[in-house]
């Protein structure tokens, strides 16, 4: 069965460094999310993203952070300037977009950890 | 802007007993409903989901959400509890029809303990 694939699965950063947090989408699908889960916390929206632009981004998705599609499989996240209170779980998702009531399909994470 | 409440922030069951989490909703249109697991260590996996049709809707390993649009409510239910079922669980909602953007709106989650 296809499956969202993250990488890496931990990542411990110093503060004010750059990270990149990899996703792998299911290859046909067309609609891409991140959410992070801070420990003992819920699930939160960050941005959703198709046809290579950002459709809708949360207040906590400010200048730091970054989406791209470089190549057409990967799927990056990226935090210009890490903070502690970015450490989270960071989780991809995608959907086909086939019609308006797709299942997300969720990888198994990211830990971000920032010292 | 929709919302999601869960109630039940830690639930302490017994192995089989009966399972009910409560899930409110807040949003004026239509939606779609999820509910995901987070089994410890692990990422979230779909448990069930409704979109529309019968609003009594049936997932994997034996849970069941009943859907009650003049509550707002999505509440999760399994008849008899086994150690395994020890997780995190969160309620979600999306907003129907928002192509492109059907981004999941959790709630706090309620995490759900079984003593064998």
């Known amino acids: 069965e296809p499956e969202v694939t993250q990488t890496p699965s931990h990542q411990v950063t110093q503060m004010g460094q750059e990270v990149i947090l990899r996703c792998v989408p299911i290859s046909n699908h067309l609609y891409f999310y991140w959410y992070r889960q801070i420990l003992g916390q819920k699930v939160e929206f960050l941005v959703s993203f198709y046809n290579n632009e950002i459709s809708e981004k949360s207040e906590i998705f400010d200048d730091q952070f970054s989406v791209e599609r470089p190549d057409g499989s990967n799927f990056t996240l990226k935090i210009r300037s890490t903070k502690l209170e970015d450490s989270a779980m960071y989780f991809c998702?995608?959907?086909?977009?086939?019609?308006?009531?797709?299942?997300?399909?969720f990888g198994p994470g990211t830990r971000l950890t920032v010292l | 802007a929709q919302s999601v409440s869960q109630h039940n922030h830690h639930v302490i069951l017994s192995e089989a007993a009966s399972l009910e989490l409560g899930c409110n909703y807040s949003y004026g249109g239509t939606v779609n409903l999820f509910w995901y697991v987070q089994y410890p260590g692990q990422h979230l996996q779909l448990l069930l989901k409704?979109?529309?049709?019968?609003?009594l809707v049936k997932g994997i390993k034996g849970f069941e959400a009943e859907f009650i649009k003049s509550k707002f409510s999505f509440n999760l239910r399994k008849p008899s509890v086994q150690w395994s079922d020890t997780a995190e669980y969160f309620c979600a909602v999306n907003a129907y029809g928002n192509f492109g953007n059907e981004k999941l709106t959790f709630g706090t989650g309620t995490r759900l303990t079984i003593i064998p």
């Open positions: 998702a995608s959907t086909s977009g086939t019609s308006g009531s797709n299942e997300q399909f």
């Open positions: 409704y979109f529309s049709g019968d609003p």
